[in-house]
Structure formats: structure tokens, C-alpha cells
């Protein structure tokens, strides 16, 4: 079953932060966040394995609460180049590492 | 360093063609992915290689649609008798275990 993201879509002013969700309805095993800019593929953010492990890149960092299966991106002072669609795919228990993508959440950021 | 490459690129098909689409992965990378992406969307799973083993299959949407890693390195992925609900961007995805996965730039096919 597909993860639920929000918000769907989110318009920042360059240097402001950003917090994007995901959600399900099932046990999770693991949590992938991706990048997706217009007409491009998908670029590994990061992966989460653990209940509440945490994960960073540059100013991009996510957490993983198992118990309430859920997952959130956390985009600081965010640039110009994080503009694009993020996506949050869930593995289901058992160890799929195999993810279900959500719908995608716009984010565009503005000079 | 090549990454993940698809071909073609575009492709526009009647309806009832049947098609192919190639997906180069990076060289041994031994889990390979195929996504179906419609627009807005995001990319939903339709089969999933280790080596030329297809491991699960469960997200091919009907019989029409067939895939194959012979070698353990390229793969095709084949749509027979096109319908227009098969238009979308199919991706391809390859990973070294099944964690960080690299997609390649995809395949937009129009079915008129």
C-alpha cells in the first residue's frame, strides 16, 4: 500500500526550512527518500533501516519513528537546487528493501 | 564513470504494437528494478532482478508485459499488444544489493 506524503506541495524562499512526511498503514522495514527534478531521474537521498535512526546529508536529514510509521525529511536553510519532487518509498516488514513510492511532494524554492 | 542508460529515449507506438525498452545498468550492479511512471506520480514497482533471477514480478500490471535479464546485466522490458493505459515513463533502476538504487534517465512511451 502506498505511503501517504504531505504536504503536497511546499514553496520556500531561499535560506527557509522544510519539513515533508511520510506515512503508512503498515509496518515498515525501511524508508528511502529520493529527488526528482523536472524531466530527470530520481537521485538517492538517503535510507533509513532503523526505528528512529537517524540520517543526514548536507543540510538534508530525515527520521525514521517505526512505532508510528512514519518517516520525515527535514530540509534546512534550503537552496535554490533542492527545488524538485521528493519522494519517500516504504519497505515493507520482512525485509523488503524493495520500496512502494508515495505521490511525491513539490517543493520550489525562489531566490 | 557511465551510470544506469535506457533506449530509447521516446517512444511512440500504436495501440496493439508491441515494444521493447533496454536498460543498461552499471556494471556490477547486481540487483536491477523496473519502475512504471505516470505523470504525477510517483514510480511504482513492476519487477525486480538478482543476477538474471527475476525474484519478484508482482507489480507487472497484466500479462502483456514481460521481462528478462538473460545474462545477469542487460534487460528488456516488453509490452505486447500496447494500450494507451500504458503510456508512462518507464524507469530502470540497478543497485549493488537492493538499498541505494541508481535510475536511469527512462523511457517515455506514448501509446496512440
Known amino acids: 500500500q502506498q505511503p501517504v506524503q504531505s504536504p503536497q506541495a511546499v514553496i520556500l524562499r531561499e535560506g527557509e526550512d522544510a519539513v515533508i512526511n511520510c506515512s503508512s498503514s503498515?509496518?515498515?522495514?525501511?524508508v528511502h527518500w529520493y529527488r526528482q527534478k523536472h524531466g530527470e531521474a530520481p537521485v538517492f537521498l538517503m535510507i533509513?533501516?532503523?526505528?528512529?535512526e537517524q540520517k543526514g546529508h548536507e543540510k538534508i536529514s530525515a527520521s525514521f519513528n517505526e512505532k508510528k510509521q512514519q518517516s520525515s525529511l527535514y530540509l534546512t536553510a534550503s537552496q535554490l537546487s533542492y527545488s524538485g519532487t521528493y519522494f519517500c518509498?516504504?519497505?515493507?516488514?520482512?525485509?523488503?528493501?524493495?520500496?512502494?513510492f508515495g505521490r511525491g511532494t513539490s517543493l520550489i524554492v525562489h531566490p | 564513470g557511465a551510470g544506469v542508460s535506457q533506449s530509447p529515449r521516446y517512444k511512440v507506438a500504436k495501440r496493439g504494437q508491441d515494444v521493447a525498452l533496454r536498460c543498461d545498468p552499471i556494471s556490477g550492479h547486481v540487483s536491477l528494478f523496473w519502475y512504471q511512471q505516470a505523470l504525477g506520480q510517483g514510480p511504482e514497482f513492476l519487477t525486480y532482478f538478482q543476477n538474471e533471477a527475476q525474484l519478484d514480478k508482482s507489480g507487472l500490471p497484466s500479462d502483456r508485459f514481460f521481462a528478462e535479464r538473460p545474462e545477469g546485466s542487460v534487460s528488456t522490458l516488453k509490452i505486447q499488444r500496447t494500450q494507451q493505459e500504458d503510456s508512462a515513463v518507464y524507469l530502470c533502476a540497478s543497485s549493488l544489493a537492493t538499498n541505494e538504487q541508481f535510475f536511469g534517465p527512462g523511457t517515455r512511451l506514448t501509446v496512440l
Open positions: 503498515k509496518a515498515l522495514y525501511s
Open positions: 533509513l533501516l532503523k526505528g528512529g
Open positions: 518509498g516504504t519497505g515493507a516488514s520482512g525485509g523488503s528493501y524493495i520500496p512502494t
